[in-house]
Structure formats: C-alpha cells, structure tokens
C-alpha cells in the first residue's frame, strides 16, 4: 500500500487560495459558493462556453 505525503492536501489548499485571490465574492462563510462561481464563470447567461 502506498503511503500519502499530504501533498495533494497542499495542492487543494494552494486552489483554494488562488480562487479566493481571483472570486473572493465566492466565499461566504469560509466555503465556496460553486452556484455563484458558475454564474460568474457563465457570464450571466448562456451555455457557459466561450471560445478564446
């Protein structure tokens, strides 16, 4: 069996710092709002993909 180092903890925390860094209008209450984060990511509308 293998034995887990935490890392992939460290790498879901460094995320969550970026969102909070790029959406801290997402965070309410310490946890994520993803609804609120879908309507910003869609724009308000549509399918919700762009193309860039």
């Known amino acids: ?6 890392t992939s903890m460290d790498l879901i925390q460094e995320n969550v710092k970026k969102l ?5 209008e997402i965070f309410i ?3 994520i709002d993803f609804d609120l984060l ?8 549509g399918t ?3 193309e860039f």
């Open 1 to 6: 069996m293998e034995k887990l180092n935490g």
């Open 20 to 24: 909070k860094e790029i959406f801290p």
């Open 29 to 31: 209450e310490g946890r």
């Open 38 to 45: 879908r309507q910003i990511c869609r724009g308000g509308g």
């Open 48 to 50: 919700g993909f762009r």
